[in-house]
């Protein structure tokens, strides 16, 4: 199984950008999938994820009501719409996929089994 992350970039203090994550190889039927970030010098967060029915979201508290996340189940892909960014919203973006049953969406890196390869968000103030 790989996921593909794309859709970083450069961006100023306000502005939008759309993340997605691609997964492809042996199909799973996912749990969960979902979004981390990793600044320079501090330790990876997670940002937001879905379950994979579509039935419920979590997001960090410092990115509720600014970026969303959804799924498209046809497409085997994550994306994650990311608007009014802020400086502090620089950092490398992990998408990531969880397998095993869980009844709650899970905030821990360590729950989740499958990793893309980062893409980098970068916004300018």
């Known amino acids: 199984v790989q996921l593909q992350a794309s859709g970083g970039g450069s961006v100023q203090a306000g502005g939008s950008l759309r993340l997605s994550c691609e997964a492809s190889?042996?199909?799973?039927?996912?749990?969960?999938m979902g979004w981390f970030r990793q600044a320079p010098g501090k330790e990876r967060e997670f940002v937001a994820a879905?379950?994979?029915?579509?039935?419920?979201?979590d997001y960090a508290g410092s990115v509720k009501g600014r970026l969303t996340v959804s799924r498209d189940i046809a497409k085997n892909t994550v994306y994650l719409q990311m608007n009014s960014l802020k400086f502090e919203d620089t950092a490398v973006y992990y998408c990531?996929?969880?397998?095993?049953?869980?009844?709650?969406?899970?905030?821990?890196?360590?729950?989740?089994?499958?990793w893309g390869q980062g893409t980098q968000v970068t916004v300018s103030s």
């Open positions: 990531a996929a969880r397998t095993r049953y869980a009844s709650v969406i899970l905030r821990s890196a360590i729950s989740y089994d499958y």
């Open positions: 190889g042996r199909t799973f039927s996912w749990n969960a």
């Open positions: 879905t379950t994979w029915s579509g039935g419920s979201a």
